[in-house]
Nanobody
Framework: QVQLVESGGGLVRPGGSLRLSCAAS????????MGWYRQAPGKQRELVGT???????NYASFVKGRFTISRDNAKNTVNLQMNNLEPEDTAGYYC?????????WGQGTQVTVSA
């Protein structure tokens, strides 16, 4: 059974940093692309960025070089390092595994950026 569990969310002041992690189990992790998404209240879920099985990354335009996605295949984790956070980054953050027949989602972790 595939399971994705996010952690690392919390409350941070504008300009601060957070590091989110997503731990995967029940899969051969290193063969799948992974992604981070976010959803703010009243808004649609949007893509933050993706990382391929080989480690290549792509980011949404709003990231503006502030976020970095990485993966540790030995630990079955994908990480999202977020720097210079803005109030507009407040949202639930979700990791996603791009499966062969279906995609899998974690339960999400809340990030709140506020003074």
């Amino acid at each position: 059974q595939v399971q994705l569990v996010e952690s690392g969310g919390g409350l941070v002041r504008p300009g601060g940093s957070l590091r989110l992690s997503c731990a995967a189990s029940g899969i051969i992790f290193n063969i799948y692309a992974m992604g981070w998404y976010r959803q703010a209240p009243g808004k649609q879920r949007e893509l933050v960025g993706t990382i391929t099985s080989g480690g290549s990354t792509n980011y949404a335009s709003f990231v503006k070089g502030r976020f970095t996605i990485s993966r540790d295949n030995a630990k079955n984790t994908v990480n999202l390092q977020m720097n210079n956070l803005e109030p507009e980054d407040t949202a639930g953050y979700y990791c996603k595994m791009f499966g062969v027949r279906t995609d899998y989602w974690g339960q999400g972790t809340q990030v709140t950026v506020s003074a």
